[in-house]
């Protein structure tokens, strides 16, 4: 059932992991170590945060969104033994055309932000938001975490939020995304789509819309690579609501079928984490909580979430598996 | 004078209360125990503020906007035995129509804000911003604060903050309120409606407009009940500023006449106070103090003022009655 | 069953008709003597339309709405021995306050259009948009459309299109009217309001909303006093579609309940009349078919409605009663 | 090199045509029959206008945009023996599932518009745009103009203007699209994309871009299936430009490369038409020039182009199809 | 008084001219033979309008505001011998740099629109917006209408109708200008301001602001060159009004102060002349009358007006000085 | 080549200043003593922010901008010993007009904010963001920061951010400005004028424009005076981005050429400072660094910036100016 066990060389160490602080009644809690990646981790960082993380050989590696000081926006490769020390390259991965006629979308590359990362079949794909006449999706792969293979884009413009299946669907590949319009857009709903060869993609369905009143009223978006369960897709992703005064971006999750992943089979009705400290609240971007990556640990019941706060910094929270399926079925 | 008498039944003990401290020269200062009600003060609040208290038997009651952590927005009772120390229902408040034809709004019942409370003849009415196919001010009435009974909505969409006079104008119920549109809206002023029997609305006035260029210059809107002193009914309100980053609401005072209120005799320049301490400038709404209700206790010339911060807690504000009149005056 | 018979002096001719012309297939058709009204009907009109025809003794009056040269906006009383020729007077309406605390309102008068008359108990009543701290509904009433004589406004701004049935419901006297904002607005359902006196108003409902992708999907009001018939009110009322190019104004019908007009029993689906001919489509403002009064001739079943044709000229349009509201039953 | 000959039955007649009037000096002019198709067409349209034709058997078949009374959007069947005299069908298209997964999106189909039709291989197929939770390619085939298969959308929303050419290119079969967003969008370029099945798309290049302070300034979108010739694909084009009172879409052209149609060979600087004439200037879009087929006679080098008037009417446009090569060529 | 007498080589003919056809009341009629100019009076002309004509030699000369039929904006120079009939080059002005300064800011040129012409000293002094990082007021001058020389531009983006005084004032060269943004802009109000050279401008004053609920309540600017009169200078001027549908451009006139024409002696409460027919009312910009230039005959009491229709062509309106010099004091 | 030795009386004492703190490695670090003056440093002041200072007698002053408690902006006169410590006065300068017609704009004053100083010639120039129909460049001067003198405004609205360069280029006075709209305005570029007087100006060259994709995306405007170094102009700006939840102001640098300064000659790629500490992040208007002023001393290569912090409170940086020249020169 779990999809991770071709990769293991060395047996990754323990997820990172805090139990439940006292006084903490809702699912997930922070890690007391947050913010793990400060905004300056590296010379030229402006920021770190909205990053994705993966078990890796004996510890972890990942793909980090990283603005630099003149506030570009670029996706950078790090590797950690135990995914709250990071390393990260001070060089933006560049990616190597997987064959010729990518060359032609790379030319008007610009920039990369919000990436996710997925163990899928015999490596590890990375799709984020990439520049090509607006915000589309880019595909990616990566065998070490040191060279890196870009496919086409997946969509037309206006796009974000593309996040791949970590297994194939019937024999398919799955892919969610939210198409929306190029700007801070406040509309946008989740979609999924099938390819063949991870080049083309069809057959898009509907998945989950935004709901009136709520936290998530605003748009809605996929975050981490959904999680194989025996009940469904665990799907945590970020929703949207507009106050007086901007945005507020806050987490929640839903459980998708497992074969046809755009019916949702339950949903949870409160936000799984909002904005509600300093490292959240105050920021580039104020009031922002942005999941990007899970870490499950089965044996344990253990979920770690890696999410970006307020545009600015990287963090952690923790929660049992178990606990927040019951939330996610009410 | 005082419109509160009738409903003593064991006097209320004094009302919350700080003095000036070392240092503070305006005529309003903040509680050092802010805020007084935190954003989880109940199992699923994600937020309490903006909320409405009086006295009640020997003690405080009061109504108070609950958001929880589905961000949906619903009005909870709360008993105190000082105004400082709450315990507010779990569930939100229950309305039972007055009437039958009270239950065809009630249909369309969607979400309820903002709150105040105003001691009215012989009960207690609450006002609040009731969806009814946009925002419009629902109507309601309890004698114990466990039963709430609901009249019609007083005006067709889209108003928000309404509030009662504590006493018929003439022969007539008086209440003020904020006509505006359907969204986070740039716009609106106080207007004055009269009714024969809190039902049917008319003689419709108009009462304080917006100032270009300070505080209030995007939108005002009542807060606590108007207090009744020989000079005039002193209103406390909200006033906006629409900055590069969007809203600032403050909070100021005018006085108007007590027999036609629509008209306006004094009007204080300044605000009497702005969001300038984290709990009022960072939150789920950044920058904002919001009045919703008063206290006053005119033998010792004590006013205490409720107010939400940052639309995520409730906090206090003391002042004097009288130096507040003086503001006011100019 | 007939609401028209008291106002019975001399009877009033028959209504201004023509047959349906050969090869017109829909439920109402075009005068050939369109538009009845030019734009330059009076010394200083700019344009002459959206306006409001009653019988009057042995012929017809009416209020017209007329924005000058200077594009003010005003009404003025016109009379007619036909319902086709009109006298308009020059000087628009001067309104005398009925009592005296009416003059508040009058003293921010700026501006008034859209008329609507009804005949309701002993004399004729007008509403328009008028102008106080944004569009709000102005009532008024004649005994003979020489002196007027003005209400209350009936709400709080922002309002437009109020229209008063001819007879009260229950005991009440019922108004229909359409809340929004105070720009050329986007949205607008038609709202049911009552009151015991034409001055206080309550019981507020919703009637009608938008349909989506149809020709009404942006706002609708009403139009002509609602017709009684035996099967319900005939509401006649303008709907709003927004094309790439500004909003197109249609004219559809509904039938209302007799006891409560806010449910609605049925609702055309398609329009009954849409910009299709150059005085509609061509002029101040382009695609605007916008009815403001209908005659009834129920021993003939012949309907006629007067609507302003691209806020510029008056025209007429004829229909069978019978077979309107087999059209609105579908 | 001709892409038409595998479906003639019985030869179609002479392409509908009009010699260049006297004093014409462009490369395309108006038909004096225009527009041949009025908005009444149909018991229940509203419009017919957005129309494409192409040959069939000894006659012409096309799918029209004909919105009805009720301001639907749909696309109906049509037959001509000439081009120019229509016999459109009453009810609108119905489409049955290509596979059983075609009923997902077909359970949330809304409104249908704007249809192209190319011949392409050994069938009919069709383009619109389709709703499906925003507007989005519908694609599906007939090979009678009776009865019509759907497949599967061929991308995400929002996209508009999907056209088919007229076979593969390389081994991929190829659509041009308009990305854009969910309103009446200022915004849109012209991208190529790949599809090994019709089903799944990919590869997409960007290929025309709007040109700042021109007509074409504001959005761009494909019109007629590309012409194929010696030279490049001929695609004829609309453009838009946004003027102080709205948009005015005109006629363009364009030569793309013929084995990767993403690079523009040659782009003609002005519009081949713009709204001059009544037609096409007045009506329920003003101001609208709508390309959306093309019939060609290369042995009399006769180009014959469909477009849809103001959104109400279709029309015909007549030029060589030497002259407007020379014309894209500059 | 005249300003013109210099520039007399041989006397110009009789300025074209009407007389008030029966039944027009206005103080403005338009001219029989109107459009005066076509839209496609040049090969290449999508439109000519918004143009600019004084007396030249023994005849007329102007500068036209030709849009070709890519939609760039241009000026071209035309001659006339009764000011009616015109040759406009097909060329645009290719104007020289005055000095070499200026090249500088030609190296950005990209359109220019709306020209004014004013006689002033002993040239022919042309203004127009000049694009310049946004919209901006271009100043060029000629003996002949041949050779054209370009002076630095008036001021900083973003200004739009620069006009220049056909005299100094004092000892200053003075001009009208309306800044705003750089869209179509929906605010603009009258300036003037001085200069001792040409290209050094300053002491900026407030002339003209619009006024709400009129035919100028959303932006004004100045039209053709002011007209010295005993009373002041007449300045004729376009003025906005925001529908439903959007802007309505109609002329109106005032009267500033000859020594200091900031200050405003008298202004017209109407307008001079509305969109009102189809030349007018529909083109590429509907409801668009914009004057740009005006011929006086003192002697016979004749005003003669320049002006665009519908951003389409040239039209002529005329009228008596003395009467609009009347019209204006109301 | 130093701009300053004229204003000698008593040599000012050393600028303010602390060393490099460890473990800061960009070419600006902020003072430990920030902020050097908070929001409520005078009795009335809501915030004292985005202010200008210069090297006086044998100290400091400067012109402060102070929101007072009613949140009217003004600018008010200070001392300082030490460049750190401030005297600043209660009252806001009142400048008396330079010559009589400098009375027309005074007549119109509403407000003014954002000073620049610079010691130009013989006397202390004081420009300013100065409300006349719209914010445009106030201009001033002072011999003592006692009595102030105002010049007619430099530009037509609608201008913000004014800076005179310190010596005449050329002959002619110089000022950089950004004219944008009458909003908070969402995009703006620097411009270069020239003027003989410093009353009429002309020559506008456009300088810098916003960088898409970086910290500068939405608009640019110049900071302190610029700096002269044997390289050029150093212009300290403000550059402003815009994310999903408002702007974000940081500060950078440009070199510009001496003789031609309208000439980039470099542009530091990076931001100087952006907004990452408390009072830079949280306050009136969130996010915002903006520089006003700079102290340089060359002998010591210590360059000092006086900036605002969130529209708050004043704040120093400090730096060196062979660093930051080398900064810019990337």
């Not at 010729?100 to 799709?127: G, M």
């Not at 589309?136 to 086409?152: A, K, R």
């Not at 690579?225 to 999750?253: D, K």
């Amino acid at each position: 059932m779990s999809a991770e066990p071709a990769r293991v060389e060395g047996a990754p160490p323990p997820i990172p992991w805090e139990d439940r602080p006292d006084g903490e009644a809702g699912p997930l809690w922070r890690s007391s170590r947050n913010p793990i990646i400060g905004r300056d981790h590296l010379p030229r960082s402006n920021s770190i945060f909205n990053s994705a993380v993966v078990p890796f050989r004996d510890g972890y590696a990942g793909v980090f969104r990283v603005d630099d000081t003149r506030r570009t926006m670029n996706v950078h490769a790090g590797r950690s033994p135990d995914g709250v020390t990071w390393e990260i390259d001070e060089v933006p991965i560049s990616f190597a055309p997987a064959d010729d006629r990518v060359r032609d979308v790379q030319q008007d590359f610009i920039h990369a932000y919000d990436p996710r990362v997925t163990w899928l079949e015999d490596r590890y794909y990375v799709t984020w938001c990439n520049g090509y006449h607006g915000p589309t999706i880019g595909v990616g792969y990566t065998h070490d975490f040191e060279s890196f293979h870009q496919l086409d884009n997946a969509f037309l413009p206006f796009n974000r939020n593309g996040v791949l299946f970590p297994r194939r669907i019937g024999d398919r590949y799955a892919m969610l995304s939210r198409p929306s319009d190029n700007g801070h857009t406040p509309f946008g709903d989740v979609f999924y789509s099938e390819s063949p060869d991870l080049t083309h993609w069809g057959r898009h369905r509907h998945v989950l819309a935004t709901a009136p009143w709520t936290w998530e009223s605003t748009k809605v978006g996929a975050g981490p690579t959904p999680i194989e369960t025996e009940e469904g897709w665990l799907l945590v992703y970020h929703g949207v609501l507009t106050s007086c005064n901007g945005f507020v971006y806050s987490m929640g999750a839903a459980l998708l079928d497992l074969d046809e992943p755009w019916r949702v089979i339950a949903r949870g009705r409160d936000y799984l984490l909002s904005p509600q400290v300093p490292y959240e609240q105050v920021g580039d971007v104020p009031n922002v909580v942005f999941p990007c990556a899970a870490l499950v640990e089965r044996e344990t019941d253990r979920l770690t979430i890696y999410y970006g706060g307020a545009d600015t910094v990287v963090c952690l929270a923790h929660g049992r598996l178990s606990e927040i399926l019951d939330f996610v079925r009410g």
